[in-house]
């Protein structure tokens, strides 16, 4: 059973990274055709599709964010990462990591999700 | 880049039937396929409807989903309601370079 793990700092301060790691348990991300992405939702709203890295490498990002936000893939790891530069407020949110195949880019698999603060 | 536009609240009695709306700005609606999750408090969002129609397994057919080229929308449809489909309902769909959300909907069930 595929199971997918959020960790990281819970509190960022404004105009700093945030970094976030999710570590994925039931399936390799370098063998299989799956994008792995990130996804948030602030307090009280909707979600947000922040950008997706499929198994090669390749790369796609929400038009929003792109400029400030990296994914990576770590494989020797089976973990991806994300890198959200310059946060601000508007960046406090839930942040989910998922699976979804190139075939449908249905979100299939979830993490528990992870709460990103951003305080001084 | 595209929208999905949803409506943000809808209610119904329980027993009775419920159709949540998502149209899409601009390119096909069939184009790509759509997704609909429900998401309940403090949890993350699970699929109810996976392209376009499709329930995973568990899901009951209590649930349907549809797509309609004349309006360029897509339709989640709940009949039988029970108090425990109180949630908020996402679409979702794509095209080659990003994926797209609907706003939400909440679902009362009163």
């Known amino acids: ?120 | 880049n595209f929208m999905l536009t949803q409506p943000h609240s809808v209610s119904e009695s329980p027993g009775k039937t419920v159709t949540i709306s998502c149209t899409r700005s601009s390119g096909n609606i069939d184009g790509n396929y759509v997704e609909w999750y429900q998401q309940r408090p403090g949890s993350a969002p699970t699929t109810v409807i996976y392209e376009d129609d499709q329930r995973p397994s568990g899901v009951p057919d209590r649930f349907s989903g549809s797509i309609d080229r004349s309006s360029n929308s897509a339709s989640l449809t709940i009949s039988g309601l029970k108090t425990e489909d109180e949630a908020d309902y996402y679409c979702q769909s794509y095209d080659s370079t990003s994926r797209v959300f609907g706003g939400g909907t909440k679902l009362t069930v009163l």
Do not use: M
């Open chain 1, 1 to 120: 059973q595929l199971q997918l793990q959020e960790s990281g700092p819970g509190l960022v301060k404004p105009s700093e990274t945030l970094s976030l790691t999710c570590s994925v348990s039931g399936d390799s991300l370098s063998i299989n055709p799956y994008f792995w992405a990130w996804i948030r939702q602030p307090p009280g709203k909707g979600l947000q599709w922040i950008g997706s890295i499929y198994y090669s490498g390749n790369t796609y990002y929400s038009p929003s964010l792109r400029g400030r936000v990296t994914i990576s893939l770590d494989t020797s790891k089976n973990q991806f990462s994300l890198r959200l530069n310059s946060v601000t407020a508007a960046d406090a949110a839930i942040y989910y990591c998922t699976r979804h195949p190139a075939w449908n880019h249905h979100f299939d698999y979830w993490g528990q999700g992870i709460l990103a603060t951003v305080s001084s």
